[in-house]
Structure formats: C-alpha cells, structure tokens
C-alpha cells in the first residue's frame, strides 16, 4: 500500500542544535517533494519544494535532502532557535485513485528549547 | 495580494443540523483542496477540485459530506446531519497546479453539540 511516514513522536532539542526530521514513503514515485510548517491554529505554510532530480536544496537556515532510491527526505534546521518550535509536514505529489494530487504526511512536532 | 480565505471562523452547531463552509481560493489558481484535522491529528484529504475536471471525491468519509466549486472560484463543504465526530477544523487550500505549493486559508473550527 502507498505510504507516507513521518516520526510521530515530538523531536526536542536544544536551542543552537541542528534539527533533523525524516519523510519515508513508500509506493510513490513523486515528481516533487514539498515541506511545510504548521502552528497551533493555523493552516500550514510552505516552506521548500525539491524536484526529483535535485539532490538538496537549502533557503536559509533550512536544507533538504530527497533520496529517491532510499525514497526519503531529510529536513535540517540549523542553529535552531525556540520560533523553530511548530510541526514540519511533509508532502509529495502522488497519482492515487486515478487522479494526480499532492498527499500529506502526519507531521513530526518539533520543540526547541532554550 | 489576498491569500486563501475562509467562511465562517468558527461555527458552532446542534448535532443533526446541515452546515456549510465556504473557502475563497487565490485568483487563478486551477487546483482547490479541502481537508480536516481534529485535534492534534494530521490532515485529512477529504475532496480535491482541478479545474474543470471531475473532483476526486475519495477522501469524503460519507455521503453526508459534499462539495461544489464554481468554476475556478470559490468553494462549499458542506455537511449535513452533523454528528459529534465531525467536530474539527476544516482547512482549505489552493495551488496553481496539483503540484505546486498550497497556500492555505485560516481554517474553519466547526464544534456539533
């Protein structure tokens, strides 16, 4: 079955640290990976998008990684800060049920702490 | 420009009564999505509009859910009979494309008593 995995238990680090977060999939073969960052009570926001055949792509603090053999991605935030402290989402495109769409992971929570 | 907006903020309503949620996409964009998160849940797919194409209606969880889109302009969920778990905040976003980045409105928090 087609699968979207992100580390359901929260991620604590310690401000300054690099925060590492990890999107698995399995039975898709997306074109794109997209990352997104959702606070309490909002909608998520976008934050990268990586194609199929780049390698990685970094937008200031943020870098990600996309590994199609592994059929991985690899979020880091460096020199974390406690503002960092939200859930990463992650998503992909996917053709599921005849019909090419983007499809969202759980989210992985992130807190940061000073 | 203006984002992704959504009607009403918050609503509250009487299990077994209709509601209907209203999502205004970014102008142009061909790709409309809804979803659901309950409380500390990820999202939900419930219905995905692209373009003038058949909606993909997989995610709805019942056929007390339904939705419409005008075109390429604005949106209604709607649900009726409302029960206690439908209870959550229903999200909507727009995209250019079906993989292009989503831009996401406020949400609407729906509470059934």
């Known amino acids: 079955s087609q699968k979207i995995e992100q580390n359901s238990e929260a991620l604590n680090i310690q401000e300054g640290k690099t925060a590492t977060l990890t999107c698995n999939y399995t039975n898709y073969s997306p074109a794109y990976l997209q990352w997104y960052r959702q606070d309490p009570g909002r909608g998520p926001v976008f934050l990268l998008l990586i194609r199929e055949n780049e390698k990685e792509k970094r937008k200031e603090r943020l870098k990600v990684t996309f590994d199609t053999t592994l059929k991985q991605s690899l979020f880091h935030i460096t020199a974390s800060q406690p503002a960092d402290s939200a859930t990463y989402l992650c998503?992909?495109?996917?053709?599921?049920?005849?019909?090419?769409?983007?499809?969202f992971g759980a989210g992985t929570r992130l807190a940061v702490h000073p | 420009g203006a984002g992704v907006s959504q009607s009403p903020s918050n609503k509250v309503t009487e299990k077994g009564k209709d509601v209907e949620l209203r999502c205004d996409p970014i102008s142009g964009h061909t790709a409309l999505y809804w979803y659901r998160q309950r409380l500390g849940q990820g999202l939900e797919f419930l219905i995905y509009?692209?373009?003038?194409?058949?909606?993909?209606k997989s995610g709805l969880p019942s056929d007390r859910f339904s939705a419409e889109r005008t075109g390429e302009s604005v949106s209604t969920l709607t649900i009726q009979r409302t029960q206690q778990e439908d209870s959550a905040v229903y999200l909507c976003?727009?995209?250019?494309?079906?993989?292009?980045?989503?831009?996401f409105g406020p949400g609407t928090r729906l509470t059934v008593l």
């Open positions: 976003a727009s995209s250019s494309s079906s993989y292009n980045e989503q831009f």
């Open positions: 509009f692209q373009g003038n194409s058949a909606p993909d």
């Open positions: 998503a992909l495109d996917a053709l599921s049920g005849g019909y090419n769409k983007l499809i």
